[in-house]
């Protein structure tokens, strides 16, 4: 069958033979990896093309000092695999569970050559189809009507092997260093081949231009040898536990934050390195100066000549002479290897690295492409995790559900459930759930209501940037409202400049939930689907437009927002006023009663009493329901009702009868609206 | 019922500001005066003040000049002005000059003194405003002290106006304000006479009447023709405060008896306003004399207790019944009108005042209620936990549950666990939820009664830590009980959560459904009760198919039946050769069920006439229905499902020989019945006393034999408690019932089911802090220039923290600092001299 597939797959056009495949994915890292799982699941075809032998080639050589700084929780004191996630930071969803990256690594912070091992091992295990030694070297277009997308990707190797996919996966990552030009950048080393041996910057004073983790990651290593380390970048150092970013310096690399700042010599410095000029001197040291003092001069006249900083000014910052420096500037996107026809154009400001594309992760410019991982940060750039493996394992997986509803009929994968499970199941999900938690403000969960809200439909991490369009994304109908379920920081809380530990900074009661500022599941009421202009009209940072009505849950500093009064109940208020209904568990004691009393039933009652499902509950429940006040104890009640009252031997059981009969326990139960 | 309370409320603070023709004066209730001459020179004519002098330097605290103050601002209300008057040290006029002036308060108009109050008569508020007022509606309120005196006051009102006729024990006491507060606004109007003698309120009450507490009557001596005759009274029936004289007041204003010639559902009296029924008689044109006549007189009885209208029949099409005379319009909003038919106007009244005693209840305990509310104004309750079954729970959280008999079965031990026993019950749960916790409380009963029996394995899956291993099970809702056996498909538990039904589904699942019987005896004896041993100890209803070798379709039929009832039903079937003579044995011929209920009842046979297995499973289930059942919390959703009215006893324990026998009679007459007859048990089911105390005020005589229509309408009829409960007379009693011919005694509420407590909202405490989530009015892309064209956010630009940073322009942040920049972005001359 293999055979046969394989020369079905093979077809001439013009002349040229290309290998088919309805889906080509570029690049065999944790991302091409991971949109293989889910195709394989789905039993599609396709191929993964890797330029080096073995998976995750970047990962066998970055980071250069082999610390990766994504956390391998071991423990988490639960043994549920769902949660456990959220603090595993390095494993690709699977079914199997052997591949759990704490079962390769028992370091908090794991070397980059497990993660290597990993993969190797993820592709093996899973039987993935990676073609390696493959670099695909072009891609173009071939317009043809009968392609899902209207055309199809033609894709060119180093070989000059063709092939020809319906639609484009690309997980190539970021690795194309960034570089900056100025006058004297030949002296600059790159990361990329700067010496990992800290004896090789013995008794030398470096500056490093960058201000990111690899920028950090490369002093850390040397700071115990060198003289000094200055650091220089446009902006501030962004620490990630002042912005809750994980692209931001991470504390486990900060150590010169500690020297800088208890003046141990190193240091860090701001401006433009566009401005910047290097000359170096006859010894070999190396000098900064500003491009302007350049203009109109000749570099090779030799320093002399040459206007430094400290001939104005002489307490000038970084008059020191260098004897390295180090670029630490990070990777873009490479832009390459498509044709122009493919658009695919970088983006704009601070996402210039990334190429454009929409939060669906589909190019802006060709339909039918789609960017995975690290590559498709833009989308949530700074923000959420989307660039990092623990994030894009579940972007991923929403791009194949998207692919298979648009090319394969398969509708977004959802639940149906009683609508007496609806706070249940919101309980359940953001206590568990990973995607929406590491993928905050980007994945949600989407509740859809059924007619007359006696049932919903549960949907499960999709992108809600593009919600507006979620009936065509999904297969799924919103008729009759829905909600959305995301995770958020408070805004304002997160920042390069804020101090995220003032006093006070959690919100502890339920009522001021909307203050929380630590990560909390949010709750969005639309009676009916948002529309594209709406979402675009979106408040700036807000991830959603203005809702019919919105819930907090109150920040919990164990993140276990189970506990009934301060999570559940105010949740259940909530729903409950959105549906216009009565959303309260009943043991069948009182549904029997509604039943002979009312005619109608509350939720509860009808999907399970009536059903003959009811809720006995034990002795001890009934009684502390009662003791509650929340049900009626009837068993003791004098039913004498004629008796006179003024029958003097009766005025203590009067008493204690007119006590027994409050109509208004049961009144709160049975009418609580009549206030 | 509130709201109505407050639209009176605040009609009566209306009312009080209109009558204050003279405005208030700002908000400072308390003057000051530096000296007598300032006093008396600003004194206004006409104006009302209440004046106290006190020396320049202070004798020390007076606790009663604290009393006045406090009052100042509840007289101000009346446009009585409370003026603190300074004495310079020198002034020895006469009210600073002498010593006891100075313990005195004085009361002007204008500039004469009208009345000198000893500072031991102004002891708190409530006498400060008394006894002001009362010097100051000395016209409007008479005091009288003898029977001749206010016979007098009464003769010379008869015709012309109504009289208000107070008694209080005591002046200056909280009723007496009251009593004068009313008589400022309605001064006027009536004319008010107030006594403290107890003998004259004696004299002139029939009963002897509590001397102790103040009384206030309303005398009708405006339409008082007779000289002889004392003008009507209507007593005030409720403690003496402002509020319940205003009410009573507008009662007595409004007209006894009101014409109506509408819907009555749409009228709205001044009764209805303040939360008392209204009663209509109806009236048809040829008795309508008689007819006005009973109004009247009804209304007298009723008077301030309720509203009497009379409504023409001929006028309104009523959709009621033509017997009846009398309609009862409670003030509850979405409270359907009674109709009733009522033998005298005494019943009418009884009626009334046996609504308002439970009402009066109501809202004692409803005030407790408001009083508590007004305390927990803040957070409207909404954070009381009104779940009965997460209260119940979270209150029984301390107790350890007994869980040793229950394996605890996880990811890794799931499979092999179930390979061990014959069959492995699971209980799949999630620990934070409060039904499934619920649930695990019956099951750890479950686990001690079934302790010891043989091949039941009892197991618990916690969802919330094994997630995986509950979406592969297939588990969506918590909880969910499953029984695996080895090699079959699982079972799925689908009744109710208790401890007895669940180990009775657990016990009869032991046993294949249906059970294959091979002998004549092993059918005999499963027709008894007595094969398989097993379940020989659980008395259940016995359910055995006769098939012949030929009726193979109904077989597979009753096999399915029995997948689908396995564990509910106790099934057996007999097929062998000899499966006629099983058959003829209980005269009916194979395809036949043969249903034993329990031990000394007969065999019943059913011949199998529908051979499609969902035919054959409802047909099941409604053999298995009693004829005449005791209705339970377990079994009432069987017979709700019916959908069939119900005709229902109430006993207070077992019903008597007599009554059941009867009311088999009744029922037996199946398959025709359109209804479903059962009793029910108070001392089993106390909780049906809560259906009697919903259905009627005063709890019926027990027993109380009920017609209930429970899905269509909702009323509830009442078998007359006169008659004896025979076949007979419930079928005469039930041909007029269905003839139109009875009147409900209660009606099932219709109301929906809404959120009992409004919800926080996030959104509007959001809005003052996010303006830009305001809602934004249509169309306005000039007010919201579209900062990204492309519309996505990807390309949206967040403003960066290095514009902020520019901006915010930190000085001294240049090359010269320590946290320097290497160098300035922008490129203008400045930067030389920075330089």
Redesign the interface.
Known sequence: LGLALYAGSLCAVSGATFLYHDYCVIGAGPAGLQAAYFLQQAGRDYVVFERSHAPGSFFALYPRHRKLISINKQYTG?????FNLRHDWNSLLSHDWRLLFRRYSRDFFPNADTMVRYLEDFASLLKLQVQYNTAIIHVTLEKNEQAWNGHYFLLTDQDRKNYKCSSLLVAAGMWVPNVVNFPGSEYVEGYETVSINPEDFTGQTVLILGRGNSAFETAENILGVTNFIHM?S???V?LSWATHYVGDLRAINNGLLDTYQLKSLDG?????LE??AIVKDKKGKLH?T???YLENRNISAGIDSITL?QD??D????RAPYDRVIRCLGWKFDFSIYNRSLRIMP?????KK?P????SYES?GTRGLFILGTASH???F?KSAGGFIHGFRYTTRAVHRLLENRHHGVPWPS?V??VT?LT?SI??RV??ASGLYQMFSVLADIILLRENATAFEYLEEYPV?ILAELEMQTGRKAHNGLFVIIMEYG?NFS???KDVFYYNRAVGE??H??QSNFLHPVIYYYKRLPT?RE???R????PLP??D????IVEDFLTDW?A??AH???L???L??CL???????????C??F?????????FCQQG??????????Q???Q??V??G??????D?D?S??RPPDSHDGSQEQLMR?HA????P????V????? | MSAQKDRWVSSLVFLLFCACSIPGRGSASLQQEQSPQHYFSGLEAGKASLAFFTPSVSPGPQPFLEQIESSAEALQDYGISVVKVNCPKEDVSRYCGKENALRKAFLFRGNRLIREFPTDALFDVNSIVANVLFALLFNEVKYVETLADLESTENVLKGKSNMVFAYVPATGTAEHRAVMEAAFVYGNIHQFVLTTEAALLKATSHDNPDVTSAQLLFCHCQQATDPAQPCRRTALGQPLTLLNIHRHLKLMGAPLVTEVAEDPEKISTVHLQLGLPLVFILSQRETYEADRRTAEFVAWQLLGKAGVALLSRDLVDLNVLHRSNVALKTPEEGMPIQYLVLEDTDEVVTLVEDKSKVKQIQADEQQEEEEEDEDEHENNNQDIQDDQVVEAVSRDKKRELPLEQILVLTEENFHSSLSEAARTVVLFYASWEAVSLAVLRSYSEVAAHLKGTLGVLLSRVNCWDWPGLCSQENVTQFPTMRIYKEGQQSVTYDGMWGTEELSSFILLSRIPCPLKLTTMDEAEGYLRGEFPSELSSHPHTSLLGVFSTSSREAREAFEEAGNILSGHVRMGMYFEDDSLALSRKYSVSPPALLLARGRGHSVESIALSKHSTQDMVQMIRYELLDVFPEITISNLPQYLQLRKPFLILFSAGDISQMESKEMLKLAKRRPQQAFVACWLNLKKTPVGHGILRTYFSTMPSLPVLLWVNLHAGGQVFKFPPEQSITETNILSWLQKLQAGLEIPSSTLSEEDWKPPLPACDFLQMMEPSVPELSPQPGDTPARHPPKNPGGDTASREEPSQESTAQEGGVPGRGLRGTAPRVAARDKQGKRHSEL
């Open positions: 639960k043994s549920n695999s769902e220089v446009r902006s501030r962004r860090l410095l701001e401006g433009d401005d910047l900064i500003l491009g302007f900083p104005e000014l307490n000038f910052a970084t983006g704009k400001g601070n996402i990334y454009q594309i929409k939060p802006r833009s989308v949530d700074r639940t459930y009683p499970q249940n309980i359940k206590n568990e940037g805004r920042g390069a400049d339920a009522q939930a909307w594209e979402m675009r009209l408040p700036p940072d807000w203005r809702p009505a919105i819930h907090h189970t009934p009064n559940i109940l105010p259940r208020r909530f409950e006023n216009d209904t009565d959303l309260r568990n009943f043991f069948a004691e009182s029997f009663l039943a002979f009393t009312h005619q109608k039933l509350p939720p009493y009536m059903r003959m499902q009811g809720l006995v509950g034990s001890e429940l009934w502390h329901a003791q509650a929340l049900l009626q104890n009837y068993t009640t039913f009702g004629d007119d009969i409050p109509v208004h049961l009144q709160h139960l009418n609580a609206k009549d206030e």
